[in-house]
T-cell receptor, first 114, second 115 residues
Framework: DSGVTQTPKHLITATGQRVTLRCSPR?????VYWYQQSLDQGLQFLIQ???????AKGNILERFSAQQFPDLHSELNLSSLELGDSALYFC?????????????FGPGTRLTVL | DQQVKQNSPSLSVQEGRISILNCDYT??????FLWYKKYPAEGPTFLIS?????DKNEDGRFTVFLNKSAKHLSLHIVPSQPGDSAVYFC??????????????FGKGTKLSVKP
């Protein structure tokens, strides 16, 4: 158990809909990262937050947005969903925002768009 | 354009023998490399890392080797155990680049260790 929790574990929805994925980092960790793992793909970095502020952006679509709240939990919002958005979404956290800080991953949320 | 490549989707090894997982990268800005292990229905778990100032890092049964000139790293597991059966991801980052801290992952190699 990494200490990072993600809800829900599974999510099934229809095209065009909007969903919110939630992540609670390890106690004391200030950084949260979101990754997407599509079929046959490695994990793709989406976005990083550090202590409530956006720190870095990766291959995140404009239909996707995220935020980190004062209690440090984070939410990833996916809107106007398409079939291709079906994937595993992982959240990770680290103690700080340094490049050498180890990232600890949650168990993931499996999103299925029908 | 894949910056981190794991060309072997799968590897099968006998228990007690050595497992060697390979990874190639193309971005010369990468200076920190990591291996993660992933079991089904779980998130990736950090295994071992190496900085570009080293060419070898060892932690118990796990050793990572880095060949900067070839832009190649490998993970050696000796001896291999059935519990090592998992998907192994190679990852890299450029600590001082514009995307500081962003991990770039390979697609993974599925290791099966047979008893």
């Amino acid at each position: 158990d990494s200490g990072v929790t993600q809800t829900p574990k599974h999510l099934i929805t229809a095209t065009g809909q909007r969903v919110t994925l939630r992540c609670s980092p390890r106690s004391g960790d200030l950084s949260v990262y979101w990754y997407q793992q599509s079929l046959d793909q490695g994990l793709q970095f989406l976005i990083q937050y550090y202590n409530g502020e956006e720190r870095a952006k990766g291959n995140i679509l404009e239909r996707f947005s995220a935020q980190q709240f004062p209690d440090l939990h984070s939410e990833l919002n996916l809107s106007s969903l398409e079939l291709g958005d079906s994937a595993l979404y992982f959240c990770a956290s680290s103690v700080g925002g340094r490049a050498t800080d180890t990232q600890y991953f949650g168990p993931g949320t499996r999103l299925t768009v029908l | 354009d894949q910056q981190v490549k794991q060309n072997s989707p799968s590897l099968s090894v006998q228990e007690g023998r050595i497992s060697i997982l390979n990874c190639d990268y193309t971005n010369s800005m990468f200076d920190y490399f990591l291996w993660y292990k992933k079991y089904p229905a779980e998130g990736p778990t950090f295994l071992i890392s190496i900085s570009s100032i080293k060419d070898k890092n060892e932690d118990g049964r796990f050793t990572v080797f880095l060949n900067k000139s070839a832009k190649h790293l490998s993970l050696h597991i000796v001896p291999s155990q059935p519990g090592d059966s998992a998907v192994y991801f190679c990852a890299a980052k450029a600590r001082y680049g514009g995307s500081q801290g962003n991990l770039i992952f390979g697609k993974g190699t599925k290791l099966s260790v047979k008893p």
